[in-house]
Each structure stands twice: as C-alpha cells, then as structure tokens.
C-alpha cells in the first residue's frame, strides 16, 4: 500500500541555522511530490513541485529551496532560516484523482 | 487558473444539528473538486471527492457533498454534527496544467461543533 513519511514531527531551529526537511514515498515510483506551507494553522500554501529526479519547479521565491535526489524522496532546505520561515510544512504524494500527505513539521524559528 | 474559494472562516454548529461548509470554484474544463479534514498538527486526510457521476458524493465520517455545476459549488454537508468533527476543513481542486497533479486549496473553514 502507498505510504508517505515525513520527518521530524517538530523542530525548533534559531535564525540563521539551516534546514533540512525530508519526506519519502513507499508503494509507488515515479511519483508527483509537493511541499506545502500553513501558516498560523490556515490555508495551504504550495512551495515546491517535482515530477522525477532533479526536477524541481517553485511556486513562489522564498529562503528555501528542494531537491529531489531519488525517485520517492523530497527534501526541503534552507541555508539561513528567517523568522517567517515558521510554520507547519506538508509534503504531499498526489495522483489524478487524489493526495496523500505527511503527518506535517512544525517548525518554529527563534 | 484553478482556483477555490471557502467564504467562512468558521462555521459553529449545535451537536446533532445538520452542517454546512461551503465552497465555490473556478476551473477550465471539467473540475476535480476534494474536500480534507486536518485536525490539530496532523496532516490532512482525505473526506471525498469528485470526479464525475453522481453529483451528491458520499464520503469518510457520514460526510457528504454535493456537486452543483449551475451554481460552481461543492459544499460539504453532514446531517448530524458531532462534537469530534470540530475541525479544520478544506475543499481543493486539481490543476492537472502542464501533466501536473497539483492541488490547489482554498483558505480553509473552521468547524465548532457545541455539545
């Protein structure tokens, strides 16, 4: 069955550190991967998209980026994390007729 | 673009009492049109969907929702809340532009279901 990981749950990270958030998918290759932000317990904001392995596409210019380095693993970064970047972080397995998602990082930025 | 709109930010609702969350979209083409449930710091889990057929949809948890083409809306229903609905709630549309898969959601409603 189709399965998706991401971790930590929570994260409590100073201004300036980096980041590294990993999400992976079990029960299926090839798949559509997204991270996803929520602010203040809201709506869901699309970060980053990928469709394969290096193909990364960003939805809006921020402090993070993501790679995808293989099939069914989805890493969001950031080098020097900022204040804003607090929030609660979704990856996301999505097929024609639906989504799976992560259980989410809180990440609080001190 | 896709698009969706959730035009409350909290809906409150007496247990036992029927429940509305509405949401209206906007597509091009034919919609694919979801509706999540998130509790608490947890990631979201999937009520429903439509994809075509039966315009009244039928879901997880006695949710149900109903298709209106006429009308570009999707609104979740349950006829009898309970107090552990209390949640947030979000209706998505599939972007499938580009071969992509992306969900596009609205702000999300808040669901108060009072003992």
């Known amino acids: 069955s189709q399965t998706i990981h991401q971790w930590p749950a929570t994260l409590v990270q100073p201004v300036g550190s980096p980041l590294s958030l990993e999400c992976t998918v079990e029960?299926?290759?090839?798949?559509?991967l997204y991270w996803y932000r929520q602010a203040a317990g809201r709506g869901l904001q699309l970060l980053f998209y990928s469709v394969g392995i290096g193909q990364i596409s960003s939805e809006v210019p921020q402090n993070l980026s993501a790679s995808r380095p293989q099939d069914r693993q989805f890493i969001l970064s950031s080098k020097k994390l900022l204040l804003s970047d607090s929030g609660f972080y979704l990856c996301?397995?999505?097929?024609?007729?639906?989504?799976?998602f992560g259980q989410g990082t809180r990440l609080t930025v001190v | 673009a896709q698009s969706v709109a959730q035009p409350e930010d909290q809906v409150n609702v007496a247990e036992g009492n029927p429940l509305t969350v509405k949401c209206t979209y906007s597509?091009?083409?034919?919609?694919?049109l979801f509706w999540y449930v998130q509790y608490p710091n947890r990631g979201l889990q999937f009520l429903l969907k439509y994809i075509t057929g039966d315009n009244l949809v039928k879901g997880s948890y006695g949710f149900e929702a109903e298709f209106n083409k006429s009308q570009t809306s999707f609104h979740l229903k349950k006829p009898s809340a309970l107090v552990s609905d209390s949640a947030l709630y979000f209706c998505?549309?599939?972007?499938?532009?580009?071969?992509?898969?992306?969900?596009?959601f609205g702000a999300g409603t808040r669901l108060a279901v009072h003992p």
């Open positions: 998505a549309v599939r972007d499938g532009a580009g071969g992509y898969n992306k969900l596009i």
């Open positions: 996301a397995w999505t097929y024609s007729s639906g989504a799976f």
């Open positions: 597509v091009s083409g034919n919609p694919y």
């Open positions: 029960g299926t290759s090839n798949p559509n």
